[in-house]
């Protein structure tokens, strides 16, 4: 655990060189540490760089937060929790590897902070119809279904995590969200990953930023759904070790 602003938050360290910008694994809306699966321990494994995952107030083992989350949840952890945690810890000019809700917050971070790279699976810049049908999906699931029951063996507060999540999603206030004017500052490197098959997301969100991002962005299409890094973990670490590679 670490305390920021008297909070505490879950998070793996895992060691690596001195000589190569650190990586910081930004988890999706539902996620913590445990639920990457071990997947931030392998691209650590296999790099060779210091790795840390962390969990998001109200996910994993972290503390509940204390004020009800709003529709901009995103922007307020890239401004605030990001690099308050990388400078806690001493994370250098990180790489951000975040998937779906945490790929957004890695790009929002990457637009206010210096990083040296960015990796976003599944990552989302503003909302499609279809996707919302899908979270509506999940909240049957977790009310009338075993959801709920499955979170709470990854969740010290299934509630607070999927709510967190779910009723921002469903807010009407979020129909509108649009970050894709906010890419614009990334010079970073940008590495995207999608499947064709992803229920949350179009091919869109990786064409924007492509687009609006100052920086180079390389695109990865995969054959699977939401989650490249667990559906195809090899194809996905392949990608993710070769963009880090290249980095400077």
């Given at each position: 655990?670490?305390?920021l602003?008297?909070?505490r938050y879950?998070y793996d360290?895992?060691p690596g060189?001195?000589?190569?910008a650190p990586?910081?694994?930004?988890h ?6 445990g639920l990457w699966?071990?997947f931030?321990?392998?691209?650590a ?14 996910h994993?083992?972290s ?19 990001v ?10 000019r990180?790489?951000?590897v975040?998937?779906s809700d ?7 971070a990457?637009?206010?902070?210096p990083?040296?790279g960015v990796?976003?699976l ?9 996707a919302l ?12 279904g ?6 709470a ?10 709510r967190?999540w ?17 890419l ?6 940008v590495?995207?990953?999608?499947g ?14 492509a ?20 559906e ?17």
């Amino acid at each position: 655990m670490i305390e920021l602003d008297g909070l505490r938050y879950e998070y793996d360290d895992v060691p690596g060189s001195d000589d190569r910008a650190p990586l910081l694994f930004l988890h999706e809306g539902l996620g913590s540490v445990g639920l990457w699966r071990g997947f931030h321990r392998r691209i650590a494994s296999e790099t060779g760089r210091r790795t840390v995952a962390y969990s998001r107030l109200g996910h994993g083992r972290s503390d509940r937060p204390r004020d009800p989350r709003t529709v901009s949840f995103m922007s307020a952890e890239a401004g605030s929790v990001v690099p308050a945690l990388c400078t806690a810890l001493g994370l250098d000019r990180p790489v951000l590897v975040g998937h779906s809700d945490g790929a957004t917050i890695a790009l929002l971070a990457a637009a206010s902070m210096p990083v040296s790279g960015v990796v976003v699976l599944a990552p989302h810049v503003l909302v499609e119809e279809f996707a919302l049908a899908a979270i509506r999906s999940a909240r049957d699931a977790f009310e009338t279904g075993d959801l709920r029951t499955r979170l709470a063996r990854h969740h010290d507060d299934p509630d607070a995590a999927f709510r967190g999540w779910n009723d921002m999603w469903l807010a009407p206030g979020f129909r509108d969200w649009d970050v894709r004017d906010r890419l614009s500052p990334i010079t970073a490197p940008v590495l995207g990953i999608q499947g064709d098959d992803d229920p949350y997301g179009s091919f869109v969100h990786v064409r924007s930023v492509a687009e609006r991002a100052a920086g180079p962005v390389t695109i990865t299409e995969l054959g699977c759904g939401h989650s490249p890094h667990l559906e195809l973990p090899d194809e996905t670490a392949t990608a993710i070790t070769g963009f880090l590679a290249d980095l400077p």
